[in-house]
Nanobody, 123 residues
């Protein structure tokens, strides 16, 4: 069973940065697709960034140029560097993993989920 645990959330002023981390345990070679999602109160969960086993990346238009997703397969870690944060980035952030190597921002394609870490950017 794959277990994901996020950390690094917090409250920061607009324009500042945060780095989220996701520790993956129970990882097997088949569990190769990973992504970050977020969900704001009253809104649907949306994909933010996805990264394949070989480091290919895919971003939601709203975060391109500001967020960077990365992974360390040896350490079984996934990261989301968030720069120039905006109030509209306020949400619970989740990391997710799939059973196949994929780039996707659709939640239906990911089987394993963490519990989330809150990011708040006051307006």
């Amino acid at each position: 069973q794959v277990h994901l645990e996020e950390s690094g959330g917090g409250s920061v002023q607009a324009g500042r940065s945060l780095r989220l981390s996701c520790a993956v345990s129970g990882y097997t070679e088949r569990n190769v697709g990973t992504a970050w999602f977020r969900q704001a109160p009253g809104k649907e969960r949306e994909g933010v960034a996805s990264i394949s086993i070989n480091g290919l990346t895919y971003y939601h238009d709203s975060v391109k140029g500001r967020f960077t997703v990365s992974r360390d397969n040896g350490k079984k870690m996934i990261y989301l560097q968030m720069n120039n944060l905006k109030p509209e980035d306020t949400a619970m952030y989740y990391c997710a993993a799939s059973d196949s190597d994929r780039l996707s921002l659709h939640a239906v394609n990911f089987k394993y989920w963490g519990q989330g870490t809150q990011v708040t950017v006051p307006s």
